[in-house]
């Protein structure tokens, strides 16, 4: 395979190789003894943490309300989750974090430990050492799950770990030092705090909110702290200038904690609450009551094992086991809970909820996750699917219609289409229905025919026209509410529904509506019936490829997963489909500075570091070429995920990027979510194994695999052979065992198997 390779971000290539080389040790997790390594053994919590994959670093649990960990400067994209392996500069330690996210936001509650005299400024890039940030090494540094630890060039060694909804902080002085704590309210990644509170309750406690415009442009954080040590001299400052008194309100409140005597070690417990301070309070005596760190530390790390445990895989390339787990990690990490420990939250309407019968989540990137992600926790979280199912219809019933990109309590309205309407049609397809399933459908089909991102025309079959200014990225749109409307078909037919299920059908084929023959791509039509222009299928920047999403008119051309037979018929059959589909993944194009910055991990117009390719490799399945499907796939398995800081080709996306992975190497992936059906691959691994519900197990055996032998030559289900190229969710649910045998070459038998449409 002649694939193009590409430079992996070269604006860090240079400071990244060098750090990585002298503080190896530090990016990959402690050895431990082959019989006793567990699955969060093979955690590193460093990779993706350069490059672009803004993946979070520092401590927290499984989908937790809290992340807590280190901040840079904010430099522009590359910091937007607060942290990037190339820096080395330290501002403190902030409570919230996205991961994997193309636009920053949160890091609410910023403290940071320092020695001398007081500073409130934080200081800048160019002069490190004018205010209380501190410089530090990846030497003296260490990363794990639910653990985060750095001796920064302050002299001051600070360790984190972390509960559901407390941020558990350990800091250790120099000897015969000043020692100073700074809560900074005005620092945050990419927003700007609007209203912030900060007061001293008594000897050991503060208390205080941020509220703030960013991404989220309403976002309040409510936070408590408890000190383990007195908090002998507490002051103010509204920016830099001194405040009277121990309680006040501002726009950027900032509190200095000094000691008269050096303590040698403060522990500092941080609560967080969308609701009170009060709150705030009660989650620290809920979850953390006691002052033991290090059995903190251990209960987080049981947690995460206890996650990373529900798959595991047996292969003698340790460098694949921790891209595997480390990518497990990374889905896990959103969405976060959003409520407190008696179950209070804030709602999308700015309303106070209580008394409320299911866990509430937040962070939901969905037209990144319900591609693989959310397919993933069908298998592994089915504890928490029904919440996140509940979270969407409780914002449906505050906002008026289904998330879009929910973040923290706010409608951020992020890319197109409306993903939740997937996720949730998925979901119950599954067998999920501890929800209210009446008003799910009922929600599914009000925002399907709301006026909402073109529905208004593509309700009545009509396209979205490109010069309806109302309307932002038409065609992108278009072929991602197509999808949701295969997904409700498939949902009102489970339920009985048969007039909508023959309605939303119909709208599922709106995605022909967009094509234009002549070319041969699917782009934007006028409100007078002509097509526009000017027109050509490379270009991908933002300003000049306005009906797409992050991409062209080559990767759109695919995006049709909930119909792919009708797409082979509308582009000429399956000889042309397959030949279109080995021209795009070597086109390159003229003019590479057309080509938008997020398109990474790029295989001629294949991106694989953005999400609407990521179906694409395995489209040849449907049409008898499964042998390219996995060599496209093993290329992109090899190249662009790899155990070290630019692991991640693209940015994560809260979870997609490594969900991708995840499924990928156990040898399937579910191209349309809603059809339940995971399409064959190339399995990575010699032995892998899903825990399910009941004690089942699911088990994935592979014969004559290795890094030759990628192509499938036999299928078998339970000891029976197994004349398909796709595997339902339903088989996986059963239990039992698919057995994969590997050879070199393509087997024609094999690709002879049948094909099927997803909408039936």
């Given at each position: ?16 190789a ?5 503080s ?25 943490s ?6 979070f670093v520092?401590?927290?649990?499984p ?12 430099k522009g994209?590359?910091?937007c989750s ?8 330290i ?12 636009i920053?936001?949160l ?7 320092y ?14 050492h004018g205010?209380?940030?501190s ?20 002299g ?7 509960s ?14 000043e ?5 900074d309210?005005?620092?945050?990644i ?16 503060l ?11 309403e976002q309040?954080?409510?936070f408590?702290i ?5 908090i002998?001299?507490f002051?103010?400052f509204?920016?830099?200038e ?8 501002g726009?950027?409140?900032?509190g200095v904690?000094?000691f008269v ?6 522990e ?5 609450s969308p609701?009170?301070?009060?709150n705030?309070l009660?989650n620290i005596?809920f ?8 059995k903190?530390?251990?209960?987080a790390?049981?947690k ?6 529900k798959?595991?895989?047996?292969t003698?390339n340790e460098s ?10 990374h889905?896990?990490m ?13 709602g999308?309407d ?7 019968d ?9 037209w ?5 992600a ?20 409780a914002?449906?019933d ?5 998330p879009?990109w929910?973040?923290n309590g706010?409608?951020t309205?992020?890319?197109v289409g409306?993903s ?16 209210d399933?009446?008003k799910?459908?009922?929600a ?17 079959f ?10 932002h990225?038409?065609?992108?749109q ?20 048969n007039a909508?299920?023959?309605y939303?059908?119909?709208r599922?084929?709106?995605y022909?509506?967009?094509?234009e ?9 006028n409100?007078d ?8 299928p ?6 000049q490829?306005?009906d ?14 909930q119909?792919?037979?009708?797409l082979?018929?509308l582009?000429g059959?399956?000889?042309?489909f ?40 395995y489209?040849?399945?449907?049409t ?16 662009f995920?790899h155990d ?5 080709i693209?940015n ?7 969900a991708?992975?995840v ?7 579910p ?19 899903i ?11 592979v ?9 499938i ?18 088989d996986?649910?059963?239990g ?10 393509p087997?024609?038998n ?5 094909k099927?449409t997803?909408?039936q």
């Open positions: 395979m002649d694939y193009q390779k590409i430079c992996k971000n070269c604006l860090y290539a240079v400071v990244i060098f750090s990585f080389a002298i190896l040790s530090s990016c990959s997790p402690k050895q431990t003894s082959q019989e006793t390594k567990q699955p969060v053994d093979y955690v590193d919590p460093l990779i993706g350069g490059g672009h994959g803004h993946v520092g401590a927290n649990v989908f937790g309300a809290v992340q807590v960990g280190p901040n840079n400067i904010y994209w590359d910091w607060g942290y990037h392996y190339s820096d080395s500069l501002i403190g330690f902030s409570q919230l974090h996205l991961s994997g996210t193309g920053g936001d890091a609410d509650v910023l403290i940071m430990p020695t001398g005299e007081i500073r409130t400024d934080k200081g800048k890039q160019e002069y490190p205010g209380y940030l410089t530090f090494s990846h030497e003296n540094e260490e990363a794990k799950p639910g653990y985060y630890s750095v001796k920064m060039d302050n001051v060694k600070v360790e984190l770990t972390a559901e909804r407390v941020g558990f902080h350990r800091y250790y002085f120099p000897k015969n030092e020692a100073n704590i700074i809560i309210l005005k620092e945050g990419n927003d700007r705090s609007t209203k912030t509170t900060l007061r001293q309750i008594n000897e050991y406690t208390v205080g909110t941020r509220f703030s415009s960013g991404w989220a442009k309040q954080v409510n408590a408890r000190s383990s040590v007195p002998e001299s002051r103010l509204e920016n830099d001194l405040l009277d008194g121990i309680s006040a309100e726009v950027a409140l900032k904690v000094s005597e050096t303590p040698e070690k403060v500092w417990k941080v609560g967080i609701v009170s301070t009060v705030a009660n005596d979850e953390i009551p006691d002052w033991d760190f290090d903190v530390v251990q209960s790390r049981e995460w094992n206890n996650e990373l445990s798959i595991t895989v047996e003698s694949d086991k921790r891209i595997f787990y480390t990518s497990a990690y889905s896990y959103h969405p976060s809970l959003f409520n407190d420990n008696n179950g209070d939250y804030q999308t700015n309303k106070i909820y209580t008394n409320s299911f866990s509430n989540y937040t962070i939901f990137s969905l990144d996750t319900y591609r693989a959310h397919p993933l926790y069908t298998l592994t979280q089915p504890e928490r699917v029904n919440d996140f199912i509940s979270s969407m219809l914002i449906y505050q906002q008026g219609h289904l879009i929910h973040l706010y409608e309205g992020t890319m409306i939740s309407m997937q996720v949730i049609a998925e979901a119950y397809l599954k067998g999920y229905r501890d929800f399933v009446e799910a459908y009922e599914l089909v009000k925002t399907a025919n709301s006026d909402l991102r073109g529905l208004n025309y593509l309700r009545d009509k396209p979205i026209p490109s010069d309806d200014k109302s309307v990225r038409a065609v992108a278009a072929l991602e509410l197509s999808m949701s409307d295969g997904s409700i078909a498939l949902m009102a037919k489970a339920l009985g529904h909508d299920y023959e939303f059908t119909k599922a084929q709106n022909k509506l967009f094509y023959k002549a070319v041969g791509f699917f782009h934007g039509i409100k019936g002509s097509w526009s222009r000017p027109f050509d490379l270009i991908s920047k933002h300003n490829a306005t797409y999403a992050e991409g062209n008119a080559w990767q759109y051309l695919w995006l049709v997963p119909d792919v037979p009708g082979v018929e582009l059959g399956e000889d042309t397959n030949a279109r589909l080995d021209s795009f993944f070597v086109l390159k194009p003229e003019d590479e500075s057309e080509v938008l910055v997020d398109l990474t991990g790029l295989i001629g117009q294949y991106a694989h570091g953005n999400e609407p390719s990521h179906h694409i490799t489209l040849y399945s449907y008898g070429q499964q042998w390219k499907t996995a060599e496209k796939v093993r290329y992109i398995m090899d190249e995920y070290d800081p630019d692991g991640v693209g994560e996306d809260c979870g997609q990027m490594s991708w992975y499924f990928s190497s156990l040898g399937f992936y191209v349309f979510p809603a059809s339940c059906e995971y399409v064959f691959g190339s399995p990575l691994f010699d032995h892998a194994e825990k399910l519900p009941e004690g089942k197990n699911f088990v994935v055996e014969e004559g695999n290795s890094d030759e032998n990628i192509y030559q036999s299928v078998e289900l339970n000891g029976e052979t197994y004349a398909k190229n796709f595997i339902t969710h339903q996986i649910q059963n039992g065992t698919l057995k994969f045998v590997m050879g070199a070459t087997n024609a094999f690709e002879k198997m049948s099927r997803a909408i």
